[in-house]
């Protein structure tokens, strides 16, 4: 397993980033939230809603696992191949 990581999910809601950094602790992918500038102490100011970003980063090895689980929970888009049929030449 690598030891680089990754960022699987951006976004600007603190409450949104909790939920996923919850759905991948319950899969058993660790994660961690990073909060871009004064991200966390803007969230007192403005609640969930922040100005910055915050990016959930894992492990790049569990980068196939956590977008199954991303998908399956709704947080991101299946890609367009998966959707349309293609199954990458297998009959």
């Not at 966390?40 to 100011?45: P, V």
């Amino acid at each position: 397993m690598s030891n680089q990581e990754l960022s699987i999910f951006k976004t600007y809601d603190s409450f949104e980033a909790e939920r996923v950094a919850a759905l991948l602790e319950a899969e058993g992918i660790p994660s961690f939230k990073r909060e871009h500038g004064a991200g966390q102490y803007l969230s007192i100011l403005f609640g969930t809603n922040t100005t910055q970003c915050i990016e959930i980063i894992i492990p790049e090895g569990c980068a196939e696992e956590a977008l199954h689980a991303l998908e399956g929970a709704g947080f991101i888009d299946a890609p367009a191949s998966d959707m349309d049929g293609d199954n990458n030449g297998k009959q």
